[in-house]
């Protein structure tokens, strides 16, 4: 259930929110009652289309654009956040790259751009926003499964999303009492549009719930850790449907 109470005024960052499963979150916190900042690389016309659902809410919403590989792009998006809202409460890590790597084929600028983007990026933003942070706050990460259980052909990824645990835990200490950070970590959610029907069957006979998961599973899940959790820190939530039993 919604708790505008407990979230009034307050302001989310999701980064990644014009698309996918960060568009899901940006939606839900905002049906919640935050005001969002909707982050966003290059998918300006799907921004705008987030931004202009939350105003129909009644909720302020503003898109900026932010190349989240450069440092100094990550210093402006936090200073065009505290112009326009002067604060900050929460932060979703969720922008991330997903490129198939098989080993045999994978270079340096492969594995370094999965690191940047996956682990160095929320690192970064995880520390602006802090400074943000004036009276509290949360930061969720979107890990993956995978950080647990590689994919063969997607090292880069899955090392990326082990270093996002640990850096969670690690900032959840170090921000501690202030700010809670924990991560949510999804199973299959969303299918690549190259997968045929196998290769999705089979992922299916893998989940003990016998079906993939929806953006809207995740964003409930960022909500909770976000707004209701409030004695909740250094915790990895998987929303997997049971897939990581095995």
């Known amino acids: 259930m919604d708790n505008p109470l407990a979230s009034a005024n307050k302001v ?23 005001d969002i900042v909707v982050h966003y690389r290059n998918s300006v016309k799907q921004a705008q289309e987030v931004a202009n659902e939350i105003r129909a809410m009644g909720q ?3 898109c900026i654009s932010a190349d989240l590989t450069d440092s100094n792009a990550i210093d402006e998006l936090f200073l065009k956040v505290l112009d326009r809202f002067g604060r900050l409460d929460i932060l979703v890590n969720s922008a991330a790259v997903f490129a198939r790597t098989p080993v045999g084929e994978l270079d340096e600028a492969d594995f370094d751009f ?6 160095k990026a929320p690192y970064l933003c995880s ?3 802090a400074k943000l942070m004036h009276d509290g706050g949360a930061i969720i990460n979107i890990a993956d499964v995978a950080a647990e259980r590689p994919f063969k052909n997607h090292v ?3 090392v990326s999303k082990a270093g996002l645990l640990m850096l969670t835990r690690g900032l ?8 809670r950070v924990n991560a949510v970590s999804p199973g299959t959610v969303l299918f690549r ?16 719930m016998g079906d993939v998961g929806t953006p809207k599973d995740i964003a409930t899940a960022v909500r909770f850790l976000a707004i209701e959790a409030t004695y909740v820190t ?5 929303i997997d449907g049971g897939r990581s039993l095995h």
Not at 18 to 29: N, Q, S, Y
Not at 234 to 238: F, P
Request: charged residues 20%; hydrophobic residues 50%; proline residues 4%.
């Open 172 to 179: 959840a200490k170090g921000l501690a009492p202030a700010i």
């Open 193 to 208: 549009d190259d997968e045929d029907e196998a290769a999705r069957n089979f992922v299916i006979s893998r989940i003990p």
């Open 234 to 238: 250094g915790q990895i939530l998987a």
């Open 12 to 34: 989310a960052l999701v980064t990644g929110a014009a698309v996918r499963v960060g568009r899901e979150i940006a939606l839900t916190l905002a049906k919640a009652g935050c």
């Open 156 to 158: 880069p990824y899955c």
């Open 127 to 129: 520390i602006a926003a």
């Open 114 to 119: 999965h690191i940047n983007m996956n682990l």
């Open 60 to 62: 302020r919403a503003e």
